[in-house]
């Protein structure tokens, strides 16, 4: 059974979509399954991963509102084992569309419940707001990756955030647990970057990721291009600082894969 992450911050910004996709796709080539949810209406991570959103079909609107089988509009991506489920501009009317639907808060848990047994991990790229999608995505997830962009305003909002997973944890998902909290476009030249590193992670302790995402142009440059940056340019910082990421979430689950050759004792 599948682990399911949302990746939240309702400020904009922060490298959310950006960290989904080459999230995703170093699990992928640590040879783990793993789908991204795009349900973010501006469709950035169906972009990001190389498909024209001007092609798509059917998008998790469709499963939210149409109760289409989401199996049936998963994406192949360029990387072996990592797939998508795209979104659309029409996502944008889901939550009106929603309003009336009994348990809508719970209406993306049912979607994902269908895929949870095929992947490894299940990643939802969530919008920059703290609407019913989002809500629906943290009531489906196992847990929360929150990105916190290493500037000034970097802590602004994440109480309102914060208070938003409390309420979840309350009323709709009692086991929704924060993943860690990931700061993004570091630069630790800069004394403000390390003035904020210090206090995000005195502020949270543990909760914050080992690994950083530094600043980096090829990790810039690879959504232009439809690509993940470990496909873009896999030497590059950025590739580095996902891969190290992805690694020490598989840790941090215990989910790290033996061979069975390995297993043998001679």
């Known amino acids: 059974m599948g682990k399911v992450i ?53 998008s998790i609107y469709e499963c939210i509102v149409d109760d289409i089988d989401p199996r049936e509009i998963v994406l192949k991506s360029e990387i072996e084992g990592l797939d998508l489920i795209p979104s659309h501009i029409d996502l944008v009317g889901a939550e009106i569309e929603m309003l009336n639907l009994p348990n809508r808060e719970k209406v993306m848990k049912v979607v994902i419940e269908k895929l949870r047994d095929d992947y490894d991990f299940i990643l939802i790229d969530c919008s920059p707001s703290l609407g019913l999608i989002t809500v629906n995505s943290l009531t489906a997830a196992d847990s929360i990756i929150i990105p916190v962009q290493c500037e000034y305003f970097a802590l602004e909002g994440l109480g309102k955030l914060l208070n938003t997973i409390k309420i979840i944890q309350t009323r709709l998902n009692p086991d929704l647990e924060i993943e860690g909290f990931l700061l993004t476009m570091y630069d630790s030249r800069l004394n403000l970057s390390n003035q904020v590193l210090e206090e995000v992670r005195t502020h949270f302790g ?30 590059s910082r950025g590739s580095e600082n996902y891969m190290d990421l992805a690694r020490e979430i598989v840790q941090k689950n215990d989910l790290t894969k033996v061979k069975n050759t390995e297993k043998v004792i001679d």
């Open 206 to 235: 543990d909760m914050v990721f080992e690994s950083t995402i530094s600043r980096n142009i090829r990790l810039s440059e690879a959504p232009s291009y439809g690509k993940p940056v470990v496909l873009y340019d896999a030497n």
């Open 6 to 58: 949302a990746l939240a911050n309702q400020k904009g910004g922060v490298g959310k979509t950006t960290s989904a996709i080459n999230l995703a796709a170093s699990l992928a080539v640590l040879e783990y399954k793993v789908l991204i949810i795009d349900a973010d209406p501006q469709a950035n991570a169906t972009s990001g991963i190389g498909f024209d959103v001007r092609d798509v079909e059917n």
